[in-house]
T-cell receptor, first 116, second 114 residues
Framework: AQTVTQSQPEMSVQEAETVTLSCTYD???????LFWYKQPPSRQMILVIR??????QNATENRFSVNFQKAAKSFSLKISDSQLGDAAMYFC?????????????FGKGTSLLVTP | DVKVTQSSRYLVKRTGEKVFLECVQD?????MFWYRQDPGLGLRLIYF???????EKGDIPEGYSVSREKKERFSLILESASTNQTSMYLC?????????????FGQGTRLTVV
């Protein structure tokens, strides 16, 4: 399985501030997909944002954006104007169809705490 | 709305019991997955399936088997439950042919083996 590394087990941010969660991955593939999923205390996994490796432009979804550095194999998530509802576990995930079909390969997760 | 439903949120079983975790999706997805989630280890793939009666081993299949008799249902079976199988189990589904599509997850089953 491809390795996905999230080096920050826990992060903390104040409400309205910006936080960046890091993710690196190891692959020899050129065509793959990257995702950030959020898991709040309800345990429901929710897709936050996705990035196709062939696209140079960084994906953005409202307050969430990524910094995708293909050569460095880095895929960080930036959350702007943090809200209390952003508190959750965040998982970075990788998918390469030739290697693993459609199965996502996840990192170990980063627990984000949002303080008032 | 896509729905992936896991039959139990919490389950307590005894060591040596045969345990069935059921997952049903209502969006006609071809792909279905079972993951195990443990603190500090993230989500690890146990088994997945592309189609009815088809299954592929994931990263940690030992001690588990699966069954997919109908497209909408994917069952995870613990043949003889052990305490080291105490964990959160997540089922997911997605569409074949669209790798950038999201995987939809159930709400998880927290299994305790005593």
């Amino acid at each position: 399985a491809q390795t996905v590394t999230q080096s920050q087990p826990e992060m903390s941010v104040q409400e309205a501030e910006t936080v960046t969660l890091s993710c690196t991955y190891d692959t020899s593939e050129s065509d793959y997909y990257l995702f950030w999923y959020k898991q709040p205390p309800s345990r429901q996994m929710i897709l936050v944002i996705r990035q196709e490796a062939y696209k140079q432009q960084n994906a953005t979804e409202n307050r969430f954006s990524v910094n995708f550095q293909k050569a460095a194999k880095s895929f960080s998530l930036k959350i702007s104007d943090s809200q209390l509802g952003d508190a959750a576990m965040y998982f970075c995930a990788y998918l390469s169809v030739p290697n693993s079909g459609y199965a996502l390969n996840f990192g170990k997760g980063t627990s984000l705490l949002v303080t008032p | 709305d896509v729905k992936v439903t896991q039959s139990s949120r919490y389950l307590v079983k005894r060591t040596g019991e045969k345990v069935f975790l059921e997952c049903v999706q209502d969006m006609d997805h071809e792909n279905m997955f079972w993951y195990r989630q443990d603190p500090g280890l993230g989500l690890r793939l146990i088994y997945f399936s592309y189609d009815v009666k088809m299954k592929e081993k994931g990263d940690i299949p030992e001690g588990y088997s699966v069954s997919r008799e109908k497209k909408e249902r994917f069952s995870l079976i613990l043949e003889s439950a052990s305490t080291n199988q105490t964990s959160m189990y997540l089922c997911a589904s997605s569409v074949v042919g669209q790798p950038n599509t999201e995987a939809f997850f159930g709400q998880g089953t927290r299994l305790t083996v005593v």
